[in-house]
Nanobody, 118 residues
Framework: QVQLVESGGGLVQAGGSLRLSCAASGGTFSNFAMGWFRQAPGKEREFVAG????????YYAGSVKGRFTISRDNAKNTVHLQMNSLKPEDTAVYYC???????????WGQGTQVTVSS
């Protein structure tokens, strides 16, 4: 059973940066695509960024492209989301996810809160 634990959330002012991390255990990490999703209050969970099992391909939602960068370290079973130029509309609970198809993930972390103040 794959377990995912996020860290790195917090409160930041608009224009600032945060780096989220996700540590995976209980499975063969390098077999899975990894990704980040977010859910703001009153809204549905949405895709933010994804990365292939090798790290060779990355995918981003249009709203974060150019500001966020996803990366992974298969030797350390971790995936990161570097978030720059943060906006108040980026405020949400961010979830790490894993599966062979990252757009339909079966494994989720518990989430970490990101709050961007204006």
């Amino acid at each position: 059973q794959v377990q995912l634990v996020e860290s790195g959330g917090g409160l930041v002012q608009a224009g600032g940066s945060l780096r989220l991390s996700c540590a995976a255990s209980g499975g063969t990490f390098s077999n899975f695509a990894m990704g980040w999703f977010r859910q703001a209050p009153g809204k549905e969970r949405e895709f933010v960024a994804g990365i292939s099992w090798s790290g060779g391909s990355t995918y981003y939602a249009g709203s974060v492209k150019g500001r966020f960068t996803i990366s992974r370290d298969n030797a350390k079973n971790t995936v990161h989301l570097q978030m720059n130029s943060l906006k108040p509309e980026d405020t949400a609970v961010y979830y790490c996810a894993a599966d062979h198809d990252i757009m339909a993930p079966g494994y989720w972390g518990q989430g970490t809160q990101v709050t961007v103040s204006s």
